[in-house]
Nanobody, 123 residues
Framework: QVQLVESGGGSVQAGGSLRLSCAASGYLYGGYCMGWFRQVPGKEREGVAFINSDGSTNYRDSVKGRFTISQDNAKNTLYLQMNSLKSEDTAMYYC?????????????????WGQGTQVTVSS
């Protein structure tokens, strides 16, 4: 069983930065993918950034060059550094994990989820 707990959300002005953290407990055998998703009310959850157990990463086009996903294996923690934030980045952000590779990064394939942390960017 894997448990995920996010932190680091908050309110920031456009152009500002935030760093989200996701503390993970448990172990995924056979490799894993961890990712950050976001969702606004009335819209489908969308993938933001992903990292495989081999360290390879993938980003949503709209956040490339602004967001960076990373992991600290010693601390079992996943991070999302968000810079140059825009109002359209406002959402509830979720940390998620699944066994094996990230694949398409579609949210239904992720098994484990955190409770979410709110990010609000004001213009």
């Amino acid at each position: 069983q894997v448990q995920l707990v996010e932190s680091g959300g908050g309110s920031v002005q456009a152009g500002g930065s935030l760093r989200l953290s996701c503390a993970a407990s448990g172990y995924l055998y056979g490799g894993y993918c961890m990712g950050w998703f976001r969702q606004v009310p009335g819209k489908e959850r969308e993938g933001v950034a992903f990292i495989n157990s081999d360290g390879s990463t993938n980003y949503r086009d709209s956040v490339k060059g602004r967001f960076t996903i990373s992991q600290d294996n010693a601390k079992n923690t996943l991070y999302l550094q968000m810079n140059s934030l825009k109002s359209e980045d406002t959402a509830m952000y979720y940390c998620a994990a699944k066994r094996y590779s990230c694949g398409s990064g579609s949210w239904p394939y992720f098994t484990y989820w955190g409770q979410g942390t709110q990010v609000t960017v004001s213009s």
